[in-house]
Nanobody, 122 residues
Framework: HVQLVESGGGSVQAGGSLRLSCAVSGAPYSDKCIGWFRQAPGKDREGVAAIHTGGATTYYGDSVKGRFTVSQDNARNTMWLQMNSLKPEDTAMYYC????????????????WGQGTQVTVS
């Protein structure tokens, strides 16, 4: 059973940066996809970014391309989401999730989810 714990959320002014972390445990880190998703009140869940732990292939949602970067440290079973040039519309609860097969930004393919970390941009 894969467990994911997010951290690094907070409040920041527009144009600022934050780095979110996702610590993965409970199963081998290798050969799975770890994705970041966000959901704002009253809005659908949106795929932000994803990375395959084996080949490091990355995927990004259109709204964050060029501003967000996903990376990982396989030795530490951790992946990060660096968020730059933040905008008020980036305000949401951010979740990381794990998929044993599919890799991309479609949330329905992800089986294991963390509890989320709040990001507020003003």
């Amino acid at each position: 059973h894969v467990q994911l714990v997010e951290s690094g959320g907070g409040s920041v002014q527009a144009g600022g940066s934050l780095r979110l972390s996702c610590a993965v445990s409970g199963a081998p880190y290798s050969d799975k996809c770890i994705g970041w998703f966000r959901q704002a009140p009253g809005k659908d869940r949106e795929g932000v970014a994803a990375i395959h732990t084996g080949g490091a292939t990355t995927y990004y949602g259109d709204s964050v391309k060029g501003r967000f970067t996903v990376s990982q440290d396989n030795a530490r079973n951790t992946m990060w989401l660096q968020m730059n040039s933040l905008k008020p519309e980036d305000t949401a609860m951010y979740y990381c999730a794990a998929s044993p097969g599919y890799c991309g930004t479609q949330s329905f393919n992800y089986k294991f989810w963390g509890q989320g970390t709040q990001v507020t941009v003003s």
